[in-house]
């Protein structure tokens, strides 16, 4: 089965992205509705699924519109119903983006499951909690989509204020093999390199990178995929077992660290500041 996949801009920093297979579409994450209709009617294609990884406004945003304008589509995720039930309403973006929910017919999947979304193939749901509680990430043999876990150079905030649940969700990602592609819902890889460097300075595919990715945005394009093979050679938040890693943050921070996790921990409060 052919497979295509395009990265759509959305809002600020946001890519939604579709999945092409046999001139049907999965879009993951549609923060907003008006480039997934953009791309479908300049490629005639039909959306036939949206896969949801989390709650946050720019992920869910224009999920009701294109419901309403494609009312036979299936739509995978978490729980949003029972999320939108407690949500703070100081969270403006969010608590409206999950008010337009009310009456989309989302199935709501787990970690559990192996999810076969019609004219996309079977895909393996991953909870992957930390940045929120109801995190999900969508696999596929070559392919994975975590949203705001894992990103290209660095990892999400974490939002639940438990970061050692956000290491344990990287530490599974990790063991997929090097070759998966990894599609974030953001780009961020620039800022995120320069955090890296700070935190690693003698390494050479950091700075490699860097050059790689400053051409890429020079001609606006994205920065991603990333591979998983990479990232472990350049991702910080990846590379916590490492002595080298330990005594960096060990310096900077003026503590000293007994574990891969309280590296990370203390790493994540590090960049949250930087």
Known sequence: MTI????????????????????????????????VLTFLAQHNLALTNILITHHHYDHIGGVAALYSQFPQLNLFGPDLHRIAQ???????????????????????????????????????????PGHTYDHLSYYQPGHLFCADT??????????????ALLYASLCRIAQLPDDTLIYP??????????FAEHIEPENSSIQKHIHSVRRLRDQDSP??????????????????????????????????????????ITMRALK???
């Open 4 to 35: 295509k996949i395009h990265a759509l801009k959305s809002l600020v920093d946001n890519y939604i992205w579709a999945i092409e297979q046999n001139n049907a579409v999965t879009v993951v994450d549609p923060g907003s509705s008006e480039p």
């Open 86 to 128: 407690t949500a703070n309403a100081q969270q403006t973006q969010t608590f409206e983006a999950l008010s337009t929910l009310s009456d989309v017919p989302i199935q709501v999947v787990s970690e559990t499951a192996r999810l076969d979304v019609p004219s996309s193939g079977r895909w393996q749901v991953m909870h992957t």
């Open 150 to 163: 894992l990103f290209s150079v660095g990892c999400g905030r974490a939002f639940t204020n438990k970061p």
């Open 185 to 194: 819902a953001h780009e961020y890889t620039l800022k995120n390199l320069a």
């Open 223 to 264: 920065s991603l995929p990333t591979s998983l093979g990479l990232e472990k050679q350049i991702n910080p938040f990846l590379r916590c077992a490492l002595p080298s890693v330990r005594d960096r943050i060990n310096k900077i921070s003026g503590k000293m660290h007994d574990s891969p996790e309280s590296v990370f």
């Open 272 to 274: 949250d500041v930087f």
